[in-house]
């Protein structure tokens, strides 16, 4: 038994995908007997992962982008079960932690938080492939996954912002040149609720609506997270609130860090009168990386996303080097560095530059895409 994602006569395999779901008996193991078992949730995303990617290397194949989705059940049947597993999961653990387990505080913490660890690995990133499809199903089970971690307005913001202005001013998670990690964070998370609003409200002008209407979805947003609050209080009272929250917290850190590493530095060209270049698949770093990009179903393969964004994770393809800048690994150790700002710009700005020289040689001065002096794009809220 392989990891390979096609069979023998070239058809593609689902099953690889689904060792996500490992993560539920990990988490299963560190509810009922705490200890030293917490510790296998980020050991398992944050080492063993790594490791086997160093060990299995990359998986440089690309599957025909036409494949029908009649034959990618399998790998819509595991995006669309992860929901219910996941609210189990969360809710079945803060029960146990606030009716039945006699853990310490510490340990309590490092369950949640390898609750939020799955939550934001696994969880979000299957979030994000349901809402980037049209079906109202699918997107409403991404909505659903998105308001566990009480960041429902993300759809909206990676729909509406990111992937229209991705590379520019106007896109929040776009991490700027020698901007570090925590400065980053700091700013998504104080503007990306606005921006989200002020993308459906043009939205909702558009259609000669007010953005206080009922279809806007902040509300639905607002809505099922106020929900699921009540249901972490009818479990745990406030104790239970504040598991949930920390939990979501974890989570968004996971996003935002995964977010900062797929586009840090990378710039589209100013054509000048607020214009910019079309998204290009060299507007983000890529990864090729087997075991990873199993785990975080393609996602890695972030440069054929943003260049066909509604096309299914089992048929994103991978660019040859000389067309996208590549990650020398795949994103956990990535992440793992962003966290080091000092480390990130040593390892990361030589990286940018040569990506400058490489893809915009006839730009000499780049001072107006450092200080953030460029204009928003035309149209952009």
Request: with cysteine.
């Amino acid at each position: 038994m392989t990891l390979s994602t096609t069979d023998s006569k070239g058809r593609l395999n689902a099953w690889p995908y689904w060792m996500t779901l490992t993560f539920v008996p990990l988490v299963v193991l560190a509810v009922l007997f705490g200890g030293w078992t917490i510790l296998l949730i980020p050991i398992y995303g944050w080492v063993l992962m790594p490791l086997l990617d160093a060990v299995v290397g990359k998986d440089l194949r690309n599957p025909d982008p036409e494949t029908p989705d009649a034959e990618l059940f399998w790998f819509r049947l595991l995006t669309c079960i992860w929901f219910p597993v996941q609210f189990a999961l969360v809710f079945g653990t803060l029960y146990y932690l606030t009716r039945v387990g006699q853990y310490s505080t510490l340990e309590t913490l490092g369950i949640m938080f390898g609750i939020g660890v799955t939550t934001g690995t696994v969880g979000i990133v299957y979030a994000h492939e349901l809402f980037h499809k049209s079906n109202r199903v699918e997107r409403g089970l991404g909505d659903l996954l998105m308001a566990l971690v009480l960041y429902g307005h993300f759809r909206t913001e990676h729909l509406l912002v990111h992937h229209p202005y991705v590379g520019t001013p106007r896109d929040t998670v776009t991490a700027r040149y020698n901007e570090g990690f925590h400065r980053a964070y700091a700013r998504i998370l104080l503007t990306g609720f606005g921006s989200a609003w002020r993308a459906e409200k043009a939205m909702l002008a558009r259609r000669k609506r007010s953005p206080w209407h009922l279809s806007n979805p902040i509300w639905k947003y607002l809505g099922l997270q106020s929900t699921f609050l009540a249901i972490a209080f009818g479990i745990g009272g406030w104790a239970g609130v504040g598991l949930f929250v920390f939990q979501a917290f974890v989570a968004i850190w996971q996003l935002e860090l995964t977010n900062y590493v797929e586009h840090y530095g990378l710039t589209r060209k100013h054509l000048g009168d607020g214009k910019y270049e079309p998204v290009r698949p060299h507007h983000s770093w890529d990864s090729a990386h087997r075991v990873s990009g199993l785990l975080l179903i393609n996602l890695q393969r972030h440069a054929d996303h943003h260049v066909h964004p509604m096309r299914r994770f089992p048929l994103l393809q991978v660019y040859d080097e000389s067309e996208v800048p590549m990650l020398p690994t795949g994103y956990p150790p990535m992440t793992a560095l962003a966290m080091i700002p000092l480390l990130w710009r040593r390892v990361f700005n030589p990286r940018v530059r040569a990506w400058r020289k490489k893809f915009y040689p006839e730009i000499e001065d780049w001072s107006a895409y450092k200080n953030g002096t460029l204009p928003k794009p035309k149209g952009a809220g």
